[in-house]
């Protein structure tokens, strides 16, 4: 059974940087195929894609907020982390990390979210 | 900039078929994007419904079906029951490791 879980903080400010934390059980990514995405949602908008690392360390990231985002893996704590710099309250959102199984291109489990809102 | 446009809002008599479709700004959608639907209700993480078009992820119904209409990515729901009121989201593989999400489309079953 894939489960995943979101932490970090609740609250930032302005301009600070955001770090997250996506802990998994079910699968490794030393497995070669597998893959964790980073997923937001302003409250009453719509998902967006952030970001996706590879079980080789590769990481890939949306075209808009690329500049701002960095995505890595800890093997063998079996977590990945997200951080985004300079946060703005329009970054206001859940963000929620999902598995990429090997082969394939969508997300099969996902984590519950966590609500980070951004405000001085 | 890649736009991937959903109906906002759908409504469907329980018992009911409906069609929800996801749109790209640049060109029609093909299987190559391999489309995928997630159903979401308020408060929880999405569910994963369909993937590479039209393959129903584990444990989803069969009234469940995903395929491509015309230009468009659909995802057919026949015989909508009380519990498939939901917002449900498409989204694209672009290539090169990016997805792209639709805006979502909030069903009502009544």
């Known amino acids: 059974q894939i489960t995943l879980k979101e932490s970090g903080p609740t609250l930032v400010k302005p301009t600070q940087t955001l770090t997250l934390t996506c802990t998994f059980s079910?699968?490794?990514?030393?497995?070669?195929?597998?893959?964790v995405g980073w997923i937001r949602q302003p409250p009453g908008k719509a998902l967006e894609w952030l970001a996706l690392i590879y079980w080789d360390g590769d990481g890939r990231y949306s075209p808009s907020l690329k500049s701002r985002l960095t995505i890595t893996k800890d093997t063998s704590k079996n977590q990945v982390v997200l951080t985004m710099t300079n946060m703005d309250p329009v970054d206001t959102a859940t963000y929620f990390c999902?598995?990429?199984?090997?082969?394939?291109?969508?997300?099969?489990?996902w984590g519950q979210g966590t609500l980070v809102t951004v405000s001085s | 900039q890649t736009v991937v446009t959903q109906e906002p809002s759908f409504s469907v008599s329980p018992g009911g078929t409906v069609t929800l479709t996801c749109d790209l700004s640049?060109?029609?959608?093909?299987?190559?994007?391999?489309p995928s639907w997630y159903q979401q209700t308020p408060g929880q993480a999405p569910r994963t419904l369909i993937y590479s078009t039209n393959t129903r992820s584990s444990g989803v119904p069969d009234r469940f079906s995903g395929s491509i209409l015309g230009n468009k990515a659909a995802l057919t729901i026949t015989g909508a029951q009380a519990d498939d009121e939901s917002d449900y989201y498409c989204?694209?593989?672009?290539?090169?490791?990016?997805?792209?999400f639709g805006g979502g489309t909030k069903l009502t079953v009544l």
């Open positions: 079910g699968f490794s990514l030393n497995t070669g195929g597998e893959g």
């Open positions: 640049s060109g029609s959608v093909s299987t190559s994007y391999y």
């Open positions: 989204m694209l593989y672009m290539g090169s490791g990016i997805w792209v």
């Open positions: 999902g598995h990429r199984p090997p082969a394939v291109v969508h997300f099969d489990s």
